[in-house]
């Protein structure tokens, strides 16, 4: 299996944007999905094939790619954005694999 | 809407059994993967056992293998999750989630989780 780094972390005041990173050797070759997760609840799937966003997810949640780093933008946090956020992707094995999860705080 | 409604979960004591249900609603459940996914109290998401649509195929991550066991009832809708010789790692919340319901090529939908809590 291969592995998938967030940053922990990243605090943010109303309107700014966020960008949270996953880096991994094999997200060159694998499509990767991003999910919120907002305290005791399931996670909700916000990005899909790298870019693709999901109906019903605002506009300003987007994807973007380049060699082994993928970066979820969220343009303008509000503060029902702050959430975790988990990156995922898959090897041929088949196996799926989860980042570590980064924790946005929207001050 | 499409939906996934589990039940099960509870608290168990090392070594014992218990079984999760999953039951879908609102898609064509036989058309789908479902995976399982845990999140230990305070960690990230761990991706757990996946089913191909039609049962034939099953894999597993290394910590379950051979104590897990992922089963499917397509005439009824439903996920299964039967797990043996629990340990006190294995505490977590249990999601169950399809891949690739509404095109969305990713864990879409997602139930609402059931805690399992190993602990003597």
């Known amino acids: 299996s291969f592995e998938l780094t967030q940053p922990p972390s990243l605090s943010l005041s109303p309107g700014q944007t966020a960008r949270i990173t996953c880096s991994g050797d094999?997200?060159?070759?694998?499509?990767t999905s991003w999910y919120q997760q907002r305290p005791g609840q399931a996670p909700v799937l916000v990005i899909y094939?790298?870019?693709e966003r999901p109906s019903g997810i605002p506009e300003r949640f987007s994807g973007s790619t380049s060699g082994t780093i993928v970066t979820l933008t969220i343009s303008g946090v509000q503060a029902e954005d702050e959430a975790d956020y988990y990156c995922?992707?898959?090897?041929?094995?088949?196996?799926?694999?989860f980042g570590g999860g980064t924790k946005l705080t929207v001050l | 809407q499409v939906q996934l409604v589990q039940s099960g979960g509870g608290v168990v004591q090392p070594g014992h059994s218990l079984r999760l249900s999953c039951e879908a609603s609102?898609?064509?459940?036989?058309?789908?993967?479902m995976h399982w996914v845990r999140q230990a109290p305070g960690k990230g998401l761990d991706w757990v056992t996946v089913?191909?649509?039609?049962?034939?195929?099953?894999y597993y991550t290394d910590s379950v293998k051979g104590r897990f066991s992922i089963s499917r009832d397509n005439s009824k809708n439903a996920l299964y999750l039967q797990m043996n010789s629990l340990r006190v790692e294995d505490t977590a919340v249990y999601y169950c989630?399809?891949?690739?319901?509404?095109?969305?090529?990713?864990?879409?939908?997602w139930g609402q989780g059931t805690l399992v809590t190993v602990s003597s």
């Open positions: 989630a399809s891949w690739g319901v509404s095109s969305f090529e990713g864990f879409f939908p």
């Open positions: 094999a997200l060159p070759q694998q499509y």
């Open positions: 089913i191909s649509y039609d049962g034939s195929q099953k």
């Open positions: 609102g898609f064509t459940f036989n058309n789908f993967a």
């Open positions: 995922q992707s898959a090897d041929n094995n088949p196996y799926w694999v």
């Open positions: 094939k790298d870019s």
